[in-house]
């Protein structure tokens, strides 16, 4: 079965730093790009950050890049991000999430086709 | 950055109605778009990719359109199972954007 497992959420004081994990299993992890989305309760979905197969390209929203970094590690079929500078507006749900990838002509289609569960961080004193 | 549009944000429909949810794109993405589906508490899923290419197993009742700035989510005949919430998604250029949603209730 193909799975996304996220973990590392929590509690966490504005100006903190927390490390999220993806453990992704049924599939072959290093054959796709990785991206972290991220959903304010009761609100609409951001897309925070994506990874290449082999960490050769990052790619963030403007509102997270310089405290976020989004990493993998393909012999632990991980992903990872790392959120330093935390404020009170990155408080939501972060989804791990892979990347399926359609080529069709001259183009290459990608899409959001596997989600985990997701993890909670909340950045509150 | 490309914004995103939906029309409505908030459906009232019958099971077996058909409905149309639209999304607007502010310049044009080509046919580089994605539709997803969400149950409150529940990850996202993905329905169709490339603008019209539905995700294997998900039911055919499901379709989408368009292309440049307008795109379209048909459901033909609504069952129980979806009302949700529904989201467009550009993914030809960064920072990649959704749509504010589309909340299919039941009337």
């Known amino acids: 079965e193909v799975q996304l497992v996220e973990s590392g959420g929590g509690l966490v004081q504005p100006g903190g730093s927390l490390r999220l994990s993806c453990a992704a299993s049924?599939?072959?992890?290093?054959?796709?790009?990785m991206s972290w989305v991220r959903q304010v309760p009761g609100k609409g979905l951001e897309w925070v950050a994506n990874i290449k197969q082999d960490g050769s390209e990052k790619y963030y929203v403007d509102s997270v890049k310089g405290r976020f970094t989004i990493s993998r590690d393909n012999a632990k079929n991980s992903l990872y991000l790392q959120m330093n500078s935390l404020r009170a507006e990155d408080t939501a749900v972060y989804y791990c999430?892979?990347?399926?990838?359609?080529?069709?002509?001259?183009?290459?289609?990608?899409?959001?086709?596997?989600w985990g569960k997701g993890t909670t961080v909340t950045v509150s004193s | 950055d490309i914004q995103l549009t939906q029309s409505p944000s908030f459906l009232s429909a019958s099971v077996g109605d058909g409905v149309t949810i639209t999304c607007r794109a502010s310049q044009g993405i080509n046919n580089y778009l994605a539709w997803y589906q969400q149950k409150p508490g529940k990850a996202p899923k993905l329905l169709i990719y490339?603008?019209?290419t539905l995700l294997s197993g998900v039911p055919s009742r499901f379709s989408g359109g368009g292309s440049g700035t307008e795109f379209t989510l048909t459901i033909s005949s609504l069952q129980p199972e979806d009302f949700a919430t529904y989201y467009c998604?550009?993914?030809?250029?960064?920072?990649?954007?959704f749509g504010q949603g589309t909340k299919v209730e039941i009337k």
């Open positions: 999430v892979r990347l399926g990838e359609l080529v069709r002509g001259s183009g290459y289609y990608y899409y959001m086709d596997v």
């Open positions: 998604q550009q993914l030809i250029s960064y920072p990649w954007t």
């Open positions: 490339a603008a019209s």
């Open positions: 049924g599939f072959t992890f290093s054959s796709y790009w």
